[in-house]
DNA sequence: TTAATAGTGTCTATGAGACAGTATCAA
DNA sequence: TTGATACTGTCTCATAGACACTATTAA
């Protein structure tokens, strides 16, 4: 484990030997993380407000979860993400995929730090909100209304932005709302989904024809609903990673 | 970035105050930059060679240029990553992408370690290597070479990896192997960009109809060459930023 | 029978792939 | 005229979008 070296030490005027040249000031390391679900019919994001009355930074502002990456706990950056995942939402297996990080002299008034930002999905159903030891409170926000107001802590209104980018992006060519689904689910319920997330109605026939070529669906028998035509339930085939939908530019045969 | 309480501290028996919280130990932060460009038709990358008898790592292996980040250089990473190009190659306005961080107890044996990877593409007549202050060597190799035999330093045959995924990925909706070519080019010198990036000959009149419908090329006046139709020289209307090719998944008219 | 939702069939326009053809230069 | 490369026209077929249709349940 590396000793707790003299963080802000200057480097010294004359060349160090190369095995000091980790000596140099080192920025703070954190990780944030944009957890969405879908509720009531919309995208919403997971928050938490900042403490008041202390010294740290955005006092009473609300922010992403996340925090310093604490080098005893955590074996690499995903593992410390799914730490802050768990600490607020007690969600152990989500989807989570790196959306990027931020550094810079001063997104943090506390001086040079960077983020290593994940993006997660997880069903509304697994919500089950927990307030973290330096959370004044969790709560859930509606993506859109976010985006117009934007007033979160440091940067975290542009980071969030970039992962509600990302994420409608890849709607449109993976399988990625069926994590936001508890299992088993129906194609309606999907349908639905992908709908929320990209903001707009899609033709019900191309969605069955193309979420069941894709082939990464499996039936587990028909669902009770009242008074009507029951629909198939469904479930993901492979839970680890999404599916990607035929792009452009390719051959005619193969792929 | 909620910080958490102090977890490094010893056994006090009264909670810290939160100000503190920012004496963890923290990590080495770094930045990589995987630097393409095409050279007899094939895709290379920069590498440097870590130097010799010196207490640092991986010594007289090749790696990723790069370095930790300098708080009293870099005002934010992307600054950084352009620092370290321009130390390597005197490129100093390429294309240049985040790629995504990798950070772990053990990637680096001096002690927990993240870094956040780039890449950059750069016109082959543009490059004029440089040898850095803590490279021994710098030289241009073929990727395909290094994703067959992977014995980079660190943790960067990985990072390499991704990072020529995400290229050959974008290829193909993207007009990211303009900024592999210095300006002006003609359309087959653009069709041979994709074809060597893709590694797979592409349709002449499909390429062109494609190119010219995305509408982010400016003509620039007809190329002389030698016993031929001359071909007409185009340059980007925008530098800045890459174009999209449409996707799938849209409705009709609009997009 | 009706209401409601699940699921299917079918027509058509678009557009990409394949490839054959034409254009323009030098020798 | 020939060779070489630049560029264009055209045929065809796969498919996505639009939308009307049928299926299956409960009341």
Redesign the interface.
Known sequence: ????TP?MKKASATPA???Q??D???????V?VVIFTVLDDALEVLL?Q??SG???PCPGQW???????????????MACARRKLLEKTAVSSPYLE?L???????R?P???S???AYFALIPTQDIQLAK????ADVAWFKVDDLLKRPRL??D?SEILQTAVERLRSKV??TSLPAFLLAEPFTLPQLQKTYEVVLG?A?DKSGFRT?MIAADFLEEVGFVESSSNRPPMGYRLKDRSAPVF???????RGGD
């Open positions: 484990m590396a000793a707790k963080q030997p190369r095995s040249a980790i140099f000031p080192r920025p703070y390391t954190t944030d938490v900042r403490p202390t010294m740290e922010a992403l979860p996340g925090g310093f990456v604490n080098v005893d706990l955590d074996v690499d950056l790196q990027g990080s931020w550094g810079s002299a001063t943090d506390r001086g040079w960077a983020t290593h973290g030891a330096n959370a802590a440091f975290h449109e060519y707009r899609v193309r939908f035929p792009r452009t530019f390719s051959p």
